[in-house]
DNA sequence: CATGAATGAGTCTTCATTCAT
DNA sequence: GATGAATGAAGACTCATTCAT
């Protein structure tokens, strides 16, 4: 544990069921406000109130808003990186072309289930230390691609890390501009299809003549 | 042409010569306040303090802190589409390969120019309004990639629009990650090359086999 | 009942014996800072010093600087309207002279009793909302007088809510001058009598010949 | 001259024409903004803006806000006591009914003409220094009032100055209630009857049985 | 332990007034 | 003389955080 990951987790651990309910809560109101309110009005008395606790209570939880954005945040990437990984692990010893298409849909799947929230928390990932977060999420999955793509039956790589943090954050672009509601009529439908190519493209690219 | 963009626009015309000056001043006054100190400590009080002036004049030429921000951030991503917009222009004819290389290298060489000043509007393009600065930019970058790409001398697109958007986005992750300082060891150096790897692989599987 | 109405309550309601002093306390000091400094420095922050609190917690009863200002302007007027409907109440089916002496006396006396509160008052009156509030209170006299009036034992009104308005309107005038202290020597003294001669001379001129 | 009249003047005197045209200008655009935008923001700037000259121009001929808008309110209130001077000279030795019947269509007639007007002026009334000035208006009129009361053919007062305060006072509230647009349906045209019927009931009520 | 009232530093924003051009 | 840019004090309002109940 480095001492950032101290600040994040909440301040108590939830043995009680109580607790467990109230920081459940907490990370729920904190997004509706989120998307409701934006950053900057979601606020810890707002939060609270949506999660139907007071302010005192909040701070028996996070020591102070940052935490809980910080909280809300790594739990949200955390739930990519699962399925990510999951995926990962699936996909081992298959082709590139297989390991594109369910690489793609695990995070895409994940990331569009709460679309709102993805959407929501892109603001947060820029708040100061933000973007630790969401390196670390990124290593997670940095390192279950690379994984899965050294076992890949029709291809090898040189440097597997470097062509999973490229493959990885070239699919990132396109999935932002849907969840912001922002593409070209004809691109969410297209999304998936689209991310398989560019996906499956990059990586035969990347791979060792052989 | 929005009304948005009736915001974002100085609000009187600089008449007297004092005028320009102090618009210029406040511009590069809030980059370097972004970089330092953040958005959220980006305030107009600090802005106009590094600028050299008072709030007041601050006001003068910008109807609140969202419009100042606003037309920066507008700015720097006039800067980067004009580059963008030039090198897709002289690139009309040639083959998919060059244009790759030719679009990459103009859309890096423009974000790297001022890294910081990248990286610190990454937040206010998630500020209330920012989004829609970001998607004009887009809007124009990618219809230069559209017409470029259906100028290709080697290549047929059937949605050049489509592959334009997905090739653009697909490339701007990887720059964030670079851009935000957590790439891992080795991505600054190789991300150009990588970059047209991945745009060239791209756009080739998008092409009508012919 | 109006919208107005619901923004010139507390925002909260005192769940807690400490909120209720503290409304109380800025009520009145509200009145002192208005008696003393006028009602452009009449600020939230000299208003919350006065009380004792700071400003948030002026701002945790009452959304805005307006609304405190109404409310107390109501809360004063609310207590004219209580003096004169009881006043009229009690002069039910009295002959017009004795309705005019008590409806007076009771009017200024109310109004006398905290002259400096309502001459600080005329200002608020001269807000943006401050018109409805007055409006308000006058209605209630109104009605009051009206329903008086028609119960008179001497005479008989064709239109009992005219004559209470004119009557109840030219009283006020007179009134206003001595509270402002501008009235000429001699007037403070006689404003009562003078205003029964008033009042009394413009009903019976209004009541039908019978 | 009292020295409150000092800063109530323009700084200098408008011998040239021009300076006629702008301090007549910026008369009329003072009103506009108080009507359109309200006292508060009725700013130095705002007027001079709609008057078509700057804050410079404006500051050349008053030494500060507070004394441009006593100069409106002085003029405005010059003119109603003008109107109401000249029917008193107008009316003088006649009896109390037909005095009452033009002092109050004078005075009506001369606060109706720009009702906007008058309504605006209330809000600066109220402000340091308006009641004043509101006073020495009253002063002319309670005179003229006062002297033709003692010239009437069909009554004797005993104080003469009293009886024109209070009967001006009385006529001021109902004209005020209608000129706020606050006033039950019906009074708007029953207006001036009313107040002469209110002003010679008192007039007579007021003069010695003789 | 929970609650929510109190705090007050810190933001944005406005505007009267001045003065260099 | 006219202009309008600059100034900065002052005001309204918010919100993270604390702590008495």
Redesign the interface.
């Known amino acids: 544990m480095t001492p950032v990951a101290s600040t994040l987790k909440p301040r108590k651990l939830p043995v009680q069921a109580r607790s467990a309910v109230t920081v459940g809560a907490l990370h729920a109101a904190t997004i509706q406000v989120l998307v409701r309110e ?2 900057k009005r979601c606020t810890t008395t707002r939060v609270a109130e949506r999660a139907g606790t007071s302010v005192g209570s909040l701070y028996q939880y996070y020591p102070n808003r940052d935490a809980l954005l910080r909280a809300v945040l790594e739990q949200h990437l955390d739930g990519i990186a699962d399925a990510v990984e999951a995926a990962c692990r699936a996909s081992r010893g298959r082709g590139v072309a297989e390991m594109a298409e369910m690489a793609v849909h695990a995070y895409l799947g994940a990331k569009l289930r709460d679309a709102e929230e993805s959407r929501a928390l ?2 947060v990932a ?3 230390g933000g ?1 630790e977060i ?2 670390r999420g ?1 290593v997670r999955m ?1 390192a279950a691609l690379a994984e899965m793509l050294s076992s890949a039956a029709d291809a090898r790589f040189d ?1 597997p ?2 062509v999973g ?2 493959a ?7 999935v ?2 849907v969840l ?1 509601g ?3 009529a ?2 969410n439908e ?1 999304l998936g299809p ?2 398989v ?2 996906m ?3 990586l ?3 791979a060792n003549a052989s």
Chains 1, 2, 3, 4 share one sequence.
Do not use: F
């Open positions: 934006g950053l892109y603001s820029e708040e100061r973007a969401v390196a990124r940095v440097d890390e470097l943090t490229i990885l954050a070239a699919v990132l672009g396109p932002q501009i912001k922002l593409a070209p004809g691109l297209k689209e991310l190519v560019l499956t493209a990059y035969k690219a990347s």
